[in-house]
């Protein structure tokens, strides 16, 4: 039986549903119940009916499922595929900061651990980092914005304030570079320059759109435009064609690409079916707290 084939007969016997991110290899997307951004992938997770959920993205993604879903099982396939920024900031770095800027209200980006999270205020993600931004500030006069600092840069711009930044950033997006925007655009003069928040401030000023992976795939399909030059991780550039076959798509940059998401593949995806592998678990205390984070941001979004 083909791969792919056992995949499908396992996760009916389990009654299993597949999460993944855009970001993840085509034949992920193409098995996938649900292939989306952080915010989308954390609003199924909440409301999906499986016993079990097969999270094909990084581990705090997973954690988050789990965060809203914790009487199901969540496995990650690859227990490895972590997120560099993530891992830039701990509960203890966060509490300095806070201790220092005590008046300031926590806002996280959702790529940090539970740990992390339960220490936060609000969580958000690409997708509502604005709107969570503008609603802390009808009430409060400061926020402190962590891990990433060019996306928490992008945020403060959009809302003419100052934030209480932390020096986290993604290593994939950093390598994409404003030489690669101005070279791609020469030879694509037609196309609409799309860049994702996470990118150095350098690239947003030269995008049409700013926007979260889920938006991207939202433009592209809307648009009147035929042609886009795409500032984010290359997996994208799959679910972009496949949905969009007249349409042509270019990488800013071939050097965006994740090792952490690629971590994932089938055979990994049908081994996690098969051994429950890799539960993810979070203390409950942690868990309890994390949510409160998250809660607050489905609410506003
Ligand atoms: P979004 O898909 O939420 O835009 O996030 C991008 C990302 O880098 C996730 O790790
Ligand atoms: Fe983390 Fe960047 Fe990979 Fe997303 S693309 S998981 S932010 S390292």
């Known amino acids: 039986m083909e791969l792919t084939d056992k995949i499908k007969k396992l996760k009916k016997e389990k009654n299993a549903v597949i999460l993944a991110h855009n970001y993840q290899l085509p034949e992920i997307h193409d ?4 292939v989306g951004d952080s915010l989308g992938l954390s609003m199924s997770a909440a409301k999906t009916d499986a016993e079990i959920i097969i999270f094909c993205g990084v581990h705090f993604m997973a954690e988050t499922a789990k965060i809203l879903s914790p009487q199901k099982t969540v496995l990650l396939p690859d227990k490895n595929a972590g997120c560099p920024m993530a891992d830039m900031i701990n509960a203890d770095d966060l509490k300095s900061l806070q201790d220092a800027h005590p008046k300031a209200v926590t806002l996280c980006y959702v ?3 539970a740990a992390v999270k339960a220490q936060c205020d609000y969580c958000c993600t690409s997708a509502n980092a604005l709107k969570m931004a503008q609603n802390i500030l009808k009430n409060n006069e400061e926020i402190i914005f962590i891990p990433d600092k060019y996306l928490a840069q992008y945020v403060a711009d959009q809302v003419g304030r100052k934030f209480i930044t932390w020096e986290g950033y993604c290593p ?5 570079l404003p030489e690669n925007i101005m070279q791609a655009k020469k030879l694509h003069p037609r196309a609409k320059v799309l860049v994702h928040p996470e990118c150095k401030p350098q690239l947003t000023e030269l995008a049409d759109v700013v926007a979260s992976t889920e938006k991207m795939c939202a433009y592209v399909q809307n648009a009147p435009d035929t042609e886009f030059i795409i500032a984010t991780e290359i ?5 972009m ?3 969009n076959p007249g349409k042509s798509f270019y990488p800013a940059s ?3 690409t ?3 998401m690629k971590r994932i593949n089938l055979e990994k995806v049908l081994w996690s079916l098969e051994d429950l592998t ?13 949510r409160l984070s998250i809660e607050r941001m489905l609410q506003v979004t």
């Open 241 to 243: 064609k496949k949905e």
């Open 172 to 176: 994939t997006h950093a390598k994409i």
């Open 235 to 239: 997996g994208i550039i799959y679910r």
């Open 278 to 290: 890799y539960e993810i678990t979070v203390p409950q205390d942690t868990m309890d707290k994390a």
């Open 31 to 34: 098995i996938a119940d649900f």
């Open 254 to 256: 071939d050097m965006a």
């Open 111 to 113: 790529n940090t651990s």
């Open 258 to 260: 994740c090792p952490n």
